[in-house]
């Protein structure tokens, strides 16, 4: 049963860089055909999906974040990392990391979750 | 971009009710279409995925239809641990979410 667990700082400074780990446990981050994402809910407001690495180390990202957002793997420590540069007050919101696992051929779902981590943007 | 839209916002229904909740997408998503159910304080909870397959351990009371643009989720007879929101997602094209439905108590 794998498990995912968010962490880093809950107050960042505006214009600095938000830097979020999710710490993957229930198995190796690097084996088998999954994506590994970051999503983010803002306080009262729906689900905004950020990016995601594939096991292969591709990734991909939402186009409006594109610009400021860099999401990386750390496989020894079964570890992937978010970082999103020159934060606003916008930017605040609980982040999810997240695995997208493939149920048959070419079914892919959000099956296992983080429990999530606020982060506010605030001076 | 696709745009996916829930309808209605919010849907106030007594357990034992059942529930049709919507999800419109701006162009073509094929079956692609999944759907989560979020509690407060709680992450979302995979329920159907690629429009009308139960994820694991979902109760057979959830079914999804649809394909296109134009989806459904049914809950057959609400339970009270089925009161929460519901959001769509879409996969054609990156990941997108709809907007939410919340399910409340009447």
Redesign the interface.
């Known amino acids: 049963q794998v498990q995912l667990q968010e962490s880093g700082p809950g107050l960042v400074k505006p214009s600095q860089t938000l830097s979020l780990t999710c710490t993957v446990s229930g198995g190796p981050i690097s084996s088998g055909n999954y994506y590994w ?1 970051w999503i983010r809910q803002p306080a009262g407001k ?4 950020i990016g ?1 690495i594939y096991t292969g180390g591709s990734t ?1 990202y ?2 409006s974040l594109k610009s400021r957002v860099t999401i990386s793997v750390d496989t020894s420590k079964n570890q992937f990392s978010l970082k999103l540069t020159s934060v606003t007050a916008a930017d605040t919101a609980v982040y ?1 990391c ?1 695995r997208e696992a493939q ?1 048959v051929w070419n ?5 296992s ?4 981590i606020l982060v506010t943007v605030s001076s | ?1 696709i745009v996916l839209r829930q309808s209605p916002a919010t849907l106030s229904l007594s357990p034992g009710e059942r529930a049709s909740l919507s999800c419109r997408a701006s162009q073509s998503v094929s079956n692609y279409l ?1 759907w ?1 159910q979020q509690k407060p304080g ?5 329920l159907i ?2 429009a009308s ?1 139960r ?2 351990g979902i109760p057979a009371r959830f079914s999804g239809s649809g394909s296109g643009t134009d989806f459904t989720l049914t809950i057959s007879s609400l339970e009270p641990e089925d009161f929460a929101v519901y ?1 769509c ?1 879409q ?1 054609t094209h ?7 439905t919340k399910v409340e108590i009447k």
């Open positions: 994402s729906g689900l905004e999906w995601r991909n939402y186009p999810y997240a149920y079914s892919w779902g959000l099956d979750w983080g429990q999530g | 971009e999944n989560y709680q992450a979302p909870r995979l995925y690629d397959n994820a694991t959001y997602q996969r990156w990941l997108t979410f709809g907007g939410g």
